[in-house]
């Protein structure tokens, strides 16, 4: 079964809007696991502007799920990790001032980098993902440097899937199959939504792992959390149609 981890930076920014602690992160990702998420990521930026270093360093012996710690790995952003030990480590290429995370990795290009930090995580014990696009060759790359999974960018996805879905979904589907062969692990993120996951979990039954935060937290405030925990469960466990 997939497992839905929910991303609470959107409660973050929202807390950090006014100051103070409401709403409390902490709070939130333990709500989020006693409703069902069977895991909690924060993906911490350089300014800080939603989740902070310290609120990650609270949120962890908290967890009782798995942790899944993501963003650029910069030198701030490694140390948290190696000290942290979460149970999973995504890395994803963005700049300092993106808005939010818009693409993967040039696997080859950076592959001397990733391989040595893949190296240095799993000696922690940390699983790895390599956040990528569906580019094949970017795949194989990616299998090379020893991670245990890659995470599928799902913006495009999420993008087209209104104008003809099984188009927006075929792409996916090669890319997801291209990294079982490899013996990858595959996870999926970004605009992922109740509009749209039922589809995508139905066409790639095997994913270990869907991240999701902004469409989530979006829906909680019409659903409530439970309620949209567990609609989104639903979605990931409907059948391969």
Same mark, same amino acid.
């Given at each position: ?10 409660? #973050?920014?929202? $807390? ?11 709070? *939130?990702?333990?709500?989020c696991e006693s409703f069902g998420a069977q ?9 800080? $502007? ?26 701030k952003f490694i140390d948290l990790v190696t ?9 994803? %290429? @963005? #700049? %300092? ?8 990795? @040039? ?10 930090? *893949? ?7 940390? $699983?790895?993902?390599?956040? *990528? ?6 795949? *194989? ?14 913006? %495009? ?10 188009? #927006? ?5 090669? #890319? ?21 996951? @039922?589809?995508?979990?139905? $066409? ?38």
């Open positions: 079964m997939t497992k839905l981890s929910v991303n609470i930076n959107k409660v #973050a920014t929202i $807390r950090n809007s006014r100051g103070g602690n409401i709403p409390d992160v902490k709070k *939130v990702a333990l709500d895991g909690i990521t924060v993906h911490p930026r350089p300014d800080e $502007r939603h989740i902070r270093y310290s609120d990650v360093y609270e949120i962890k012996p908290l967890i009782k799920t798995e942790l899944n710690i993501e963003g650029y790995p910069d030198q000290k942290i030990k979460p149970t999973q480590v995504t890395l994803v %290429p @963005d #700049a %300092p001032d993106t808005l939010t995370s818009n693409q993967g990795w @040039d696997v080859e290009t950076n592959f001397d980098k990733l391989t040595e930090l *893949v190296e240095l995580f799993t000696s922690k014990g940390i $699983r790895t993902s390599i956040f *990528v696009e569906t580019d094949l060759k970017n795949i *194989v790359f990616a299998a090379k440097t020893g991670t245990d999974r890659i995470e599928l960018y799902t913006g %495009p996805y999420a993008e087209h899937y209104t104008k003809n879905r099984e188009e #927006a979904i075929a792409p996916f589907i090669e #890319a997801a199959y291209k990294a079982k062969e490899l013996g990858l692990g595959v996870n999926a993120g970004h605009d992922l939504s109740l509009a749209n996951l @039922d589809y995508f979990a139905a $066409r790639i039954p095997f994913t270990d792992e869907v991240s999701i935060g902004h469409a989530l937290i979006s829906d909680a405030l019409y659903y409530g959390l439970e309620k949209t925990i567990s609609l989104y469960k639903d979605c990931l466990n409907q059948k391969q149609e």
